[in-house]
């Protein structure tokens, strides 16, 4: 079976500071990938997506980046966090078009 | 691009009663469309989806519905429990595009 796995749990970053989240998908090949935010109490907001190893497509612009250097790696990125880049973080997968969309177990950022 | 809005944002019930939320989308290409539970602190979980080749499902006390010509569908919780209280989000997609969700109803079922 497909599991995805997401860390870290919780992350507690000074503003100013660099961010590595990373997300791997176990059990299929060739998974389309997705990285979302959610602020307290609100919706999912999608950062991006890759349908791909390199292919990255930015749905918001911000000081934030992904990666895909591997199939089932997908990795968020920033230079220099801003307050405002506090929320909840999840990483999801899908085998493709219209297929069931699954999420990690997410990560909690902080920044103070 | 696809818009979906979704209704009502807060929802309470009594414990045994039924829910329904309700979620309109834009694009009449859209195909797919998700119903997902999100419990404080944790991550969506799918619960029920359906394609656009269907008009309802049912999965025990959960069902779907899906009206393709007003572009509207809606999930049905029949004897609502207190483990029912979560968000919950609609999505729709395409099949081109990743999913675009609603902005979550928080259900309150009270004992």
């Known amino acids: 079976s497909q599991t995805i796995h997401q860390w870290p749990a919780t992350l507690v970053q000074p503003v100013g500071s660099p961010l590595s989240l990373e997300c791997t998908v176990e059990?299929?090949?060739?998974?389309?990938l997705y990285w979302y935010r959610q602020a307290a109490g609100r919706g999912l907001q999608l950062l991006f997506y890759s349908v791909g190893i390199g292919q990255i497509s930015s749905e918001v612009p911000q000081n934030l980046s992904a990666s895909r250097p591997q199939d089932r790696q997908f990795i968020l990125s920033s230079k220099k966090l801003l307050l405002s880049d506090s929320g909840f973080y999840l990483c999801a997968w899908t085998r493709g078009s219209n297929q069931p969309q699954h999420f990690g177990d997410g990560t909690r950022l902080s920044i103070l | 691009g696809e818009n979906v809005e979704q209704h009502p944002s807060t929802l309470s019930v009594q414990e045994g009663d039924s829910a329904v939320i309700k979620c309109t989308y834009s694009d009449s290409a859209s195909n797919y469309f998700p119903w997902y539970k999100q419990e404080l602190g944790k991550r969506p979980q799918l619960i029920i989806d359906?394609?656009?080749?269907?008009g309802e499902k049912k999965d025990q006390r959960i069902a779907v519905t899906l009206n393709k010509t007003a572009k509207h569908f809606s999930l049905h919780i029949t004897e609502t429990q207190p483990e029912d209280s979560a968000v919950y989000f609609c999505a729709a997609s395409s099949g081109n595009t990743p999913l675009v969700f609603g902005k979550g109803t928080r259900l309150s079922v009270i004992a």
């Open positions: 359906i394609r656009s080749n269907v």
């Open positions: 059990g299929t090949s060739n998974p389309n």
